[in-house]
């Protein structure tokens, strides 16, 4: 179902993020990930030596590159904050080489939280590695159910089921795709 016609209204910000997988020539991969924030008008910005942001300049414009491997162990991360509120904001970026050698999967983000939250990191860069986690995650989906399935086509469902509403383990995704994790819905008498 689309969006109903919004109210008339007038654009104030606007908060791009964009996340890219490439596979590398060496067999890892890296997931690279960006956040810009434009507002429409001048901003009083006094963390800044300007001490202000111009209408159309980046607010924020912070860059992330993190290679993996196929296991989702991440193995190097850089971090460029190109436009920040304060001067001083680049001076966290390399806090995140905490993260070398943690593996995206579950409890990432609470590995993430414990090694570069709150003070440790930047509030818009550690938001950003979430859904760079999702692209890793997808990126390297079909090359990691290649390995899985062991040349018999049959996928073992792993990362996939009971992860939303379509792959519920007793739904029509996972009977069609993966029926070895199918489970058949109790019926309510």
């Known amino acids: 179902m689309a969006l109903s016609q919004a109210a008339p ?3 104030m910000h606007t908060r791009d993020v964009r996340c890219q997988g490439f596979l590398r020539e ?7 990930g960006s956040m810009q924030d ?3 008008d001048e901003t009083p910005s006094p963390g800044r030596s300007a001490g202000r942001v111009a209408a159309g300049e980046p607010f924020h414009l912070m ?3 993190m290679t993996v ?4 162990l991440i193995h190097a991360i850089e971090v460029e904050i190109a436009s ?4 001083g904001c680049p001076n966290i970026s390399d806090s995140y080489q905490q993260l070398v050698g943690t593996r995206i999967g579950k409890g990432w983000s609470r590995v993430m939280k414990e090694r570069v939250g709150g003070v440790q990191g930047c509030t818009h860069i550690s938001e950003l590695l979430v859904p760079m986690a999702t692209t890793a995650f997808q990126t390297t989906w079909h090359a990691r159910q290649q390995l899985q399935e062991g040349g018999d086509g049959k996928s073992s469902g792993n990362g996939l089921v009971n ?3 379509s792959w519920s383990e007793n739904g029509e995704a996972v009977r069609r795709f993966i029926p070895h ?3 058949e819905a109790e019926q309510n008498t």
């Open 9 to 11: 209204r007038r654009l």
């Open 26 to 32: 060496d067999g890892l991969w890296d997931i690279e």
């Open 38 to 40: 434009i507002k429409t």
């Open 63 to 65: 860059r992330v590159r």
């Open 69 to 72: 491997d196929l296991d989702l």
């Open 84 to 87: 920040s509120p304060f001067d």
């Open 163 to 165: 992860t939303c509403y």
């Open 181 to 183: 994790r199918f489970i």
